[in-house]
């Protein structure tokens, strides 16, 4: 093997492992979120527990996928779409860790939660299996550089912004309703804002897939149905 494959080689492990990095990431903060959601609607304290213990290995992972990212764009140059997937590689991981945080805080607060028969947790299950879904395809689109399944994660949140939009309004309800309801919902009211940030930032990482993939930015406003992003 002469000295020039050689080199090729070990750039294109790099490049592999950062996919690995990113990969691994993705499958932990989905696992988070997962058992964030679990916690808050149907009262699991074990799952309740497992997510905030998730972050240090989120933390960990996003160190090593950056230095690994700054290490390959000091040393090997990269152009093209080596260069935006590496640039992209670079915010995606900050957008996975937050996602971490949020379902942190989504499980914390579900350990506070109590709630009362007369509160529904219908429209938040719904909200959180939204978004878990949308992270999942989110995660995938990044793992096979699905163009395609980019544009579909983009085009989903404006669905669980309107959930959001709803939850809200029906848990300020509750609240004129019946005072008692207040503690429970402002707890609510959180876990709901939290995962329409998690939505958000898998947007985010859809958006990242696309320019990774095929050098162009979505539009600023997403639309609200239909195909309307750039033709490759």
Known sequence: MTESTHTVKSYEQELEHLGSLMARMGGLVERQTAQAVKAVVEGDEEAALEAPELDPEVDE????????AIRILALRSPMAVDLRTIVAALKITGDLERIGDYASSIAR????????GNIS??????MGHLVQNNLRRAIDALTTKDRDGAVAVWQSDTAVDELYTAMFRELMTYMMEDPRNIGTCIHLLFVAKNLERIGDHTTNIAERVYYAVTGEMLPAVRPRGGRSYPAS
């Open 121 to 126: 947790l219908v429209g938040l299950r719904n």
């Open 61 to 68: 992972l996003e160190r090593e996928a950056e230095a690994l």
């Open 109 to 116: 607060r579900a350990m506070k939660l109590e709630t009362e």
